[in-house]
């Protein structure tokens, strides 16, 4: 059982150029997102989808797109890099549930650094 | 969502019990307490969840008072390998799903 997929695990752009960072899961699961890490903090939400088709914004969204075609798969698209886009990025997902919110699943991540 | 208070750091020997306390003074009635723990270069990971008084799992023991304005998530006799930033986060029942808000942690640095 693979869980949560992510790929790249590492990657270095150039400011400007676009890249799509790939996040996989094999668990069925409705809910999908995708976190920030920099250095010395916690996680910031960037975006979420809780099924094929449907998306919306987290806390720091801006220069980030995605899009979600199939339950299993929810890429991340840098259209034009910036330095302060320098992070580790996670992919997580989670059963949608009812009532107590289910635990969420990450993946380990991609760092990716822009020069 | 209520706001959590953590210590940045802690330290402690192997074989020891470990407590790490969490403030969430403005929890709402609809609020669950919910513990991640982050190992260098992984993902978080779930550890324990809990509403009230206690929950205990394989992993760890949750303990929340009746005011339910702190919380503290207790670690039996610790290893090396529970060296890890730990999260506790505020999480609301109903609401839009994973929407998980991160503090900083705390990092637990287990010594031999």
């Known amino acids: 059982n693979a869980g949560v997929t992510q790929t790249p695990k590492f990657q270095v752009l150039k400011t400007g150029q676009s890249m799509t960072l790939q996040c996989a899961q094999d668990m069925n699961h409705e809910y999908m997102s995708w976190y920030r890490q920099d250095p010395g903090m916690g996680l910031r939400l960037i975006h979420y989808?809780?099924?094929?088709?449907?998306?919306d914004q987290g806390e720091v969204p801006n220069g980030y797109n995605v899009s979600r075609s199939t339950t299993e798969d929810f890429p991340l698209r840098l259209l034009s890099a910036a330095p302060s886009q320098t992070s580790v990025y996670f992919c997580?997902?989670?059963?949608?549930?009812?009532?107590?919110?289910?635990?969420?699943?990450f993946g380990d991540g991609t760092r990716l650094s822009i020069l | 969502l209520a706001k959590t208070t953590q210590p940045i750091s802690m330290d402690s020997y192997e074989g020891q019990e470990v407590n790490i306390t969490c403030s969430h003074n403005n929890i709402a009635t609809n609020d669950y307490i919910t513990w991640y723990q982050q190992f260098p270069s992984q993902g978080p990971r779930f550890i324990i969840q809990g509403y009230k008084t206690k929950v205990t799992n394989e992993v760890a023991s949750l303990f929340i008072p009746a005011d339910r304005k702190s919380s503290t998530l207790s670690l039996p006799r610790v290893s090396l390998s529970d060296t890890a930033v730990y999260y506790c986060?505020?999480?609301?029942?109903?609401?839009?799903?994973?929407?998980?808000?991160f503090g900083r942690g705390t990092q637990l640095t287990v010594w031999p």
């Open positions: 989808s809780v099924g094929a088709g449907i998306t």
């Open positions: 997580a997902s989670s059963y949608a549930g009812t009532g107590v919110n289910q635990p969420q699943h």
């Open positions: 986060l505020v999480v609301r029942r109903g609401s839009t799903l994973g929407r998980l808000y």
